[in-house]
């Protein structure tokens, strides 16, 4: 991860921006830098490689609006490797690992967290880094979206974070399941769910 002194000079950077700019919103793309490597891995592998794309356009959007992109993923049970090491084994796996990390690996100004467990906050320096960032509102995107993406969800909205999670950038091991995932974070989280064409900006209105 960069470390929060790299983020606080990102941030004072970012309070001389023009308006227009939303350096308070963060992306957070969680898992998709993944080996596939269990029960159901191939469905969502596939469902992962398709929402990519739509990942990557709202990626640039961030990027256009200045805005952090943050990866968080799981270590793979490495407790010793770097995210480097992540990318390099999903694009060895070739398969849909690769396909991904081809479209949507991190770039050098892109912040990094690996994750011991579900939920980005658990365990990680991802609180300090949003802090650091005066980092506002989140958009979660990735996989799954009844799993990491969800118990990312609880966290953030427990910490009073405003949410948007694209529905058409999540997946899950079934569309109904990602369904279910959304109708929840809706509900219960009171989470912005449109599809990222339907959204202009880094946020909902």
């Given at each position: 991860?960069h470390?929060?002194?790299?983020?606080?000079?990102?941030?004072?950077q970012?309070?001389?921006?023009?308006?227009?700019?939303?350096?308070?919103?963060a992306?957070?793309?969680?898992?998709?830098?993944?080996?596939?490597?269990?029960?159901?891995?191939?469905?969502?592998?596939?469902?992962?490689?398709?929402?990519?794309?739509?990942i990557?356009?709202?990626r640039?959007?961030?990027?256009?609006?200045?805005?952090?992109?943050?990866?968080?993923n799981?270590n793979?049970?490495?407790?010793?490797?770097?995210?480097?090491?992540?990318?390099?084994?999903?694009?060895?796996?070739?398969?849909?690992s690769?396909?991904?990390?081809?479209?949507?690996?991190?770039?050098?100004?892109?912040?990094?967290?690996?994750?011991?467990?579900?939920?980005?906050?658990?365990?990680?320096?991802?609180p300090?880094?949003?802090?650091?960032?005066?980092?506002?509102?989140?958009?979660?995107?990735?996989?799954?979206?009844?799993s990491?993406?969800?118990?990312?969800?609880?966290d953030?909205?427990?910490?009073?974070?405003?949410?948007?999670?694209p529905?058409?950038?999540?997946?899950?091991?079934?569309?109904?399941?990602?369904?279910?995932?959304?109708?929840?974070?809706?509900?219960?989280?009171?989470?912005?769910v449109?599809?990222?064409?339907?959204?202009?900006?880094?946020?909902p209105?």
């Amino acid at each position: 991860m960069h470390d929060v002194h790299n983020a606080e000079r990102a941030h004072a950077q970012n309070g001389n921006m023009k308006t227009g700019h939303d350096p308070h919103t963060a992306l957070l793309i969680t898992d998709m830098v993944n080996l596939f490597d269990f029960e159901g891995g191939r469905a969502l592998g596939a469902a992962a490689v398709a929402i990519a794309p739509r990942i990557a356009a709202l990626r640039q959007r961030f990027d256009d609006a200045r805005a952090p992109t943050l990866y968080v993923n799981d270590n793979f049970a490495h407790w010793q490797g770097q995210f480097s090491d992540l990318i390099s084994a999903c694009r060895d796996a070739g398969g849909a690992s690769a396909d991904i990390v081809q479209v949507l690996a991190p770039r050098p100004h892109d912040y990094h967290v690996l994750k011991p467990k579900h939920s980005a906050f658990l365990a990680t320096p991802l609180p300090i880094l949003l802090a650091k960032l005066g980092v506002r509102r989140l958009v979660l995107a990735g996989i799954a979206a009844d799993s990491c993406v969800l118990a990312t969800a609880q966290d953030a909205n427990m910490r009073e974070f405003p949410l948007w999670i694209p529905k058409d950038g999540v997946a899950a091991i079934s569309q109904a399941r990602s369904r279910d995932a959304l109708a929840v974070m809706s509900r219960s989280l009171h989470a912005h769910v449109q599809a990222t064409r339907a959204v202009t900006g880094v946020f909902p209105s």
